[in-house]
């Protein structure tokens, strides 16, 4: 009981400090040339290179010494982009950004500088756990403080920072720019989340729509993704509102300045997270993960998601959502992410759902997984959400936004223009989107 309130806590803590960091990240860009990456020049003519490192990554994903020539792959890309003259501003555009990220342990010599919807919650939960802040065995553990602060190197000067990133195992994890956009606005704007529905939501909703109603204006619990990226590409150019869970990955850790050892990714998270936990001798935490580690993570999830849901209840009756339709949307929220099956209809009523209980909840969801417990199901379904969502955005939008991810791209070596969502010519008609067929 006490450990479940604790969470929920944890859970709307987490989201409040997100708005704080938010918030503070953008008072912190006033110094900075804004529009810096407009500058940024054509693609990496070298495209075959980088499509070529993350397949195999993939390909040698069990052998440590090769391994390890990925991280050299991944290094090396970001200091070639870094030194070419054209890029030379990046790092100047992303001094005193990174700095103040970058969470140490001293004893240890870690240095790890977390990036938001790019895997930085599960590796602060590990982190928790590496520095000896948490006795548990497993960051999936319950227990497992969400909020205490770490040490970070905020408090050092520029020359002692740089000398402990240099002289310890420094590392962060990225993510594929459009997938990460995506995520975002499904966890925070899609998904009930009522602060970010009145922060960012109601924002977007008062420059992009047309007679919004004043609940609208005052929650933005319907943000649109269309809607959501002109929101984000307006943010950025005129520097107001931007968000760190939907800012460039570039700006957070200056990738520029240090040299991290290991950058990870997303794509490659278990992998990534075993190499790192061998480098930093963390056997029997390494050893936990193995055992499952997508069937624990996705239980983790849903604990909790359930748990947001029925945090935020009073905050859906201000702006005038019924508990019911914040249900559907999780339930959708789970079909969009591959959990639940494309083929479960939402069980609930809206005359039983007040009455819903979190654990009622829970059962139901696994209940529904149906098909969707096949990762290649799962893999589709959360494929086509993303073509789904993409396919509403203006052509212009699309191009903005290659524009916003190009750093991004050429440092971590993604595509940004991917044909999957460039060559999409009609808007799909909604159906993850769709509430009304939870
Ligand atoms: C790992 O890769 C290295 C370099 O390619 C190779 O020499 C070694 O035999 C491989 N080890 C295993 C266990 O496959
Ligand atoms: C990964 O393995 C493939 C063959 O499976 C090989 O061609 C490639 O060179 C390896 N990559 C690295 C970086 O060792
Ligand atoms: C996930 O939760 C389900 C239901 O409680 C349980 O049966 C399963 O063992 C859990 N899986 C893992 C990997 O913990």
Redesign the pocket.
């Known amino acids: 009981m006490r450990e479940s309130r604790t969470r929920l806590l944890c859970v709307t803590g987490l989201v409040l400090l997100a708005l704080y960091i938010g918030r503070n990240h953008v008072q912190n860009k006033k110094e900075i040339p804004h529009q810096a990456y407009l500058m940024y020049g054509q693609a990496n003519p070298d495209e075959k290179v980088r499509e070529t ?1 993350l397949t ?1 990554v993939r ?2 994903n069990s ?1 440590t010494s ?1 391994l390890r ?2 991280y050299k ?1 991944r290094r090396d890309r970001v200091t070639t982009v870094c030194t070419e003259p054209r890029y030379k501003y990046r790092g100047q555009k992303a001094q005193g950004n990174g700095r103040k990220n970058i969470l140490i342990d001293r004893p240890q010599r870690l240095a790890y500088c977390p990036i938001q919807k790019s895997a930085s919650t599960f590796w602060k939960r590990v982190y928790r756990i590496v520095v000896g802040q948490s006795k548990a065995t497993s960051p999936f553990d319950p227990s497992v403080p969400a909020l205490k602060k770490f040490d970070s190197i905020a408090l050092m000067s520029d020359n002692q920072a740089d000398d402990f990133v240099d002289k310890s195992l420094s590392f962060m994890f990225v993510r594929e720019p459009y997938g990460r956009l995506f995520s975002g606005y499904v966890d925070k704007l899609f998904s009930p989340n009522v602060m970010f529905w009145r922060n960012i939501g109601a924002f977007g909703i008062s420059i992009f729509r047309k007679n919004p109603s004043s609940v609208d204006l005052r929650c933005g619990h319907d943000l649109t993704f269309s809607e959501f990226v002109k929101t984000v590409l307006y943010s950025d150019k005129h520097n107001i509102k931007r968000n760190g869970h939907f800012t460039p990955q570039y700006e957070h850790c200056d990738p520029c300045h240090y040299n991290y050892d290991v950058i990870g990714t997303l794509e490659t998270l278990s992998e990534d997270t075993f190499y790192l936990l061998d480098r930093m001798g963390k056997t029997n935490l390494k050893k936990s993960l193995e055992i499952d580690f997508r069937g624990q993570s996705l239980n983790d999830t849903i604990r909790d998601q359930v748990n947001m849901l029925f945090a935020f209840h009073k905050g859906y009756r201000d702006c005038k959502v019924s508990f019911f339709e914040a249900q559907q949307r999780m339930w959708k929220k789970f079909q969009i992410r591959g959990v639940i099956s494309k083929n479960s209809k939402y069980p609930i009523r809206q005359d039983q759902s007040e009455r819903l209980t979190k654990e009622t909840l829970t059962a139901l969801i696994y209940q529904g997984m149906g098909d969707a417990v096949d990762k290649n199901v799962a893999k589709k379904n959360k494929h086509d959400a993303l073509i789904e969502a993409f396919s509403t955005v203006d052509k212009k939008d699309m191009d903005s936004l290659s524009k916003l991810f190009g750093p991004d791209c050429e440092l971590f070596g993604y595509d940004c223009r991917p044909s999957k969502l460039f060559d999409i010519n009609t808007p799909i008609t909604p159906w993850f989107f769709d509430i009304n067929i939870a």
Do not use: L
């Open positions: 490192s195999n390909a040698n052998n090769e020539d990925i792959v």
